[in-house]
């Protein structure tokens, strides 16, 4: 398929950027986006020109780095799929396609399609953890019983690869989804709650010092996270925060 593709273009963090046209020609509906995007650099890079930045590591779903708002939607038009994972025969020969940043306050563009998240490391780092001793009288994890209904629910919850879309996605640009995604992965284990009221406070007031903005119910990040995470992790991330304020 023959495609016209519309991309911000963005030289560094200070450059203004703006949208540029390009054309793209025997595509094939097999490949997945950034395929086709590889093969757009390859003939850029072929006339001297700069390729196109753009983030990916594991092109499978997993690590969370492939970040595009492709025609209005973070990573585009397939729900519960990563833009790694989109393949172009969701598109039509002749389309035109529109392929921006993940855009927020607190995810400023480095260059192109690259945004910094280093926000959600920052969030993570404050509280995204449990602490194991791990002198040699390490419990077996198997023989604390949790309850198949909480294991289920944690590791949906665990599901959760730190993409960003929520945030790009919600006109707060809130990362509420993201946050009560880690905060439930813990919540709902045993092993979490030795740190849980610490671990809640902690990661709010660094959401809250990254310039995230608030939930508004909108929902809106549950429809485009490419894992489907539950607005219940954010009423149960809100749970834990009003228990660990009050005790
Ligand atoms: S909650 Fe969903 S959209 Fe948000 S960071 Fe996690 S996987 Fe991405
Ligand atoms: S490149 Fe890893 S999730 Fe897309």
Redesign the pocket.
């Known amino acids: 398929m023959n495609l016209t593709l519309k991309i911000w273009r963005q030289k560094s963090p200070k450059d203004r950027g703006a949208i540029v046209d390009y054309k793209v020609t025997d595509i094939s509906e097999h490949m997945s986006f ?1 395929e086709m995007m590889d093969v757009l650099n390859e003939q850029l890079i072929a006339s001297g020109e700069d390729p196109v930045a753009f ?12 970040s595009m708002f492709i025609n209005g939607e973070a990573h585009g038009p397939s729900k519960g799929t ?4 989109l393949h172009m025969r969701s598109f039509k020969d002749g389309d035109t396609i529109f392929i921006e940043p993940f855009r927020a306050k607190a995810f400023p563009v480095i260059k192109d399609l690259v945004v910094d998240r280093s926000a959600f490391e920052r969030i993570q780092q404050a509280g995204g953890y449990i602490s194991v001793n791990t002198s040699g009288n390490t419990q077996d994890a198997n023989v604390i019983p949790i309850p198949k209904a909480d294991a289920d629910l944690a590791m949906d919850a665990a599901a959760c ?1 730190g ?1 960003g879309a929520c945030v790009a996605t919600c006109k707060n640009s809130s990362a509420m989804l993201f946050v009560g995604a880690k905060v439930s992965q813990y919540a709902l284990l045993p092993q979490g709650q030795v740190e849980a009221k610490e671990r809640v406070r902690n990661m709010v007031a660094q959401m809250d010092a990254e310039g995230f903005g608030n939930c508004t119910n909108t929902g809106a990040c549950e429809v485009e996270c ?1 894992k489907e995470i539950s607005l219940n992790n954010i009423a149960r991330m809100n749970r834990e925060f009003l228990k660990a304020s009050v005790d």
């Open positions: 950034l983030d990916h590591d594991c092109r499978e779903g997993i690590c969370g780095s492939c990563t833009t790694c994972q690869i993409c490419p």
